[in-house]
């Protein structure tokens, strides 16, 4: 197996980054967004094919935005397909891995997952600045075609606008700019790519200090999959990771776009979503505290019926003076009622 290649233009190009996206908004280790899914689920039933990544190359790692048929977070850049692809610095096509000294011995190549084909094409921000690539790979030998080019170019495109938008909570944005990296990983789940227990908990008193000095408000919604052991008792580690990633990405889908959503371990999860006024709660919570999630995606092979159980804390609800932790044990307690 071979690395990427030094890029003639990395430092310029890594400078140019961070002053195109200053961390931790692009290149740095960031939350997944149901906005970088969107795309990669188009990706899997456009082409056709059971994995499709978005990710970063940023100097030697390799961040993933978003992942579909891999639970995966970040890489060593040297076992990347991304580097490869951007040094072909428009797109890339593999039709059997296997036979490539450059791939051949790549963990998804010769691991269980035995990738072997991989379409990629390169995001740039800007021209000649390119932040990472959007790749789809498949099991079987593939000759991707021209037009399968275009369609993931168009894909591409999509993902680079989404690149230079600011669509992260302010909040959310607040607290990943005080941390370094090292903290931002410390925070994040990698398996869903959502915040941890120890990140969302800081997010909240965050989120709680603001509606007290604004007068807003905001929701906690503890999210419990209640069959949960049930599920881990029929089906192995591999499947348990993919079903909860995929009900991560199904449960940001239902959240507004301010929304923040952490992975508590397990089965359980919790949501934020703040909102001017309680009307506003009262909108943004509908769709959102469905009772069932049916699961048919990548990694899966079956389809699940989830049962989800909701704790919900109202903010304008509790009394004055109401701290993060008791409006968290709140949400906790009202779930354990149901």
Same mark, same amino acid.
């Given at each position: 197996?071979?690395?990427?290649?030094?890029?003639?233009?990395?430092?310029?190009?890594?400078?140019?980054?961070?002053?195109?996206?200053?961390?931790?908004?692009?290149?740095?280790?960031?939350?997944?967004?149901?906005?970088?899914?969107?795309?990669?689920?188009?990706?899997?039933?456009?082409?056709?094919?059971?994995?499709?990544?978005?990710?970063?190359?940023?100097?030697?790692?390799?961040?993933?935005?978003?992942?579909?048929?891999?639970?995966?977070?970040?890489?060593?850049?040297?076992?990347?397909?991304?580097?490869?692809?951007?040094?072909?610095?428009?797109?890339?096509?593999?039709?059997?891995?296997?036979?490539?000294?450059?791939?051949?011995?790549?963990?998804?190549?010769?691991?269980?997952?035995?990738?072997?084909?991989?379409?990629?094409?390169?995001?740039?921000?800007?021209?000649?600045?390119?932040?990472?690539?959007?790749?789809?790979?498949? #099991?079987? /030998?593939?000759?991707?075609?021209?037009? !399968?080019?275009? %369609? +993931?170019?168009? =894909? *591409?495109?999509?993902?680079?606008?989404?690149?230079?938008?600011?669509?992260?909570?302010?909040?959310?944005?607040?607290?990943?700019?005080?941390?370094?990296?090292?903290?931002?990983?410390?925070?994040?789940?990698?398996?869903?790519?959502?915040?941890?227990?120890?990140?969302?908990?800081?997010?909240?008193?965050?989120?709680?200090?603001?509606?007290?000095?604004?007068?807003?408000?905001?929701?906690?919604?503890?999210?419990?999959?209640?069959?949960?052991?049930?599920?881990?008792?029929?089906?192995?580690?591999?499947?348990?990771?993919?079903?909860?990633?995929?009900? #991560?990405? /199904?449960?940001?889908?239902?959240?507004? !776009?301010?929304? %923040? +959503?952490?992975? =508590? *371990?397990?089965?359980?999860?919790?949501?934020?979503?703040?909102?001017?006024?309680?009307?506003?709660?009262?909108?943004?919570?509908?769709?959102?505290?469905?009772?069932?999630?049916?699961?048919?995606?990548?990694?899966?092979?079956?389809?699940?019926?989830?049962?989800?159980?909701?704790?919900?804390?109202?903010?304008?609800?509790?009394?004055?003076?109401?701290?993060?932790?008791?409006?968290?044990?709140?949400?906790?307690?009202?779930?354990?009622?149901?």
């Amino acid at each position: 197996m071979f690395s990427p290649p030094f890029l003639e233009n990395e430092h310029q190009r890594l400078a140019l980054l961070e002053e195109v996206a200053p961390a931790p908004f692009v290149p740095s280790y960031v939350l997944r967004e149901e906005r970088f899914d969107r795309i990669s689920r188009i990706a899997l039933r456009l082409l056709d094919v059971p994995v499709a990544l978005i990710s970063v190359l940023d100097g030697d790692m390799h961040w993933v935005r978003s992942a579909q048929g891999l639970s995966m977070s970040d890489t060593p850049a040297s076992l990347s397909f991304a580097g490869h692809v951007i040094k072909e610095k428009h797109f890339m096509r593999v039709p059997d891995a296997s036979e490539e000294s450059r791939f051949m011995d790549n963990p998804l190549v010769s691991g269980p997952n035995q990738m072997r084909s991989c379409l990629g094409v390169t995001l740039n921000l800007a021209p000649g600045i390119a932040a990472g690539t959007l790749c789809v790979m498949d #099991a079987r /030998v593939r000759n991707f075609s021209c037009q !399968d080019v275009a %369609a +993931l170019r168009d =894909l *591409g495109h999509l993902a680079e606008a989404e690149f230079r938008l600011d669509a992260l909570l302010n909040v959310q944005k607040r607290l990943l700019i005080k941390l370094d990296l090292l903290e931002r990983r410390a925070r994040v789940d990698p398996q869903t790519g959502c915040w941890n227990v120890r990140g969302f908990r800081e997010l909240v008193a965050m989120a709680v200090t603001d509606a007290a000095r604004d007068g807003s408000t905001l929701a906690l919604c503890y999210v419990r999959v209640r069959n949960f052991d049930a599920l881990a008792k029929q089906h192995d580690k591999g499947q348990l990771d993919a079903m909860r990633q995929l009900t #991560a990405q /199904v449960l940001r889908k239902r959240l507004p !776009d301010n929304g %923040a +959503l952490a992975a =508590l *371990g397990g089965g359980d999860f919790c949501a934020l979503i703040p909102a001017p006024t309680p009307l506003a709660i009262e909108d943004r919570l509908g769709e959102f505290t469905y009772p069932r999630v049916k699961l048919n995606g990548p990694g899966m092979r079956f389809d699940l019926d989830l049962q989800l159980g909701f704790g919900l804390a109202l903010w304008h609800e509790m009394p004055a003076g109401t701290t993060a932790t008791e409006i968290w044990a709140t949400a906790l307690a009202k779930l354990v009622e149901t």
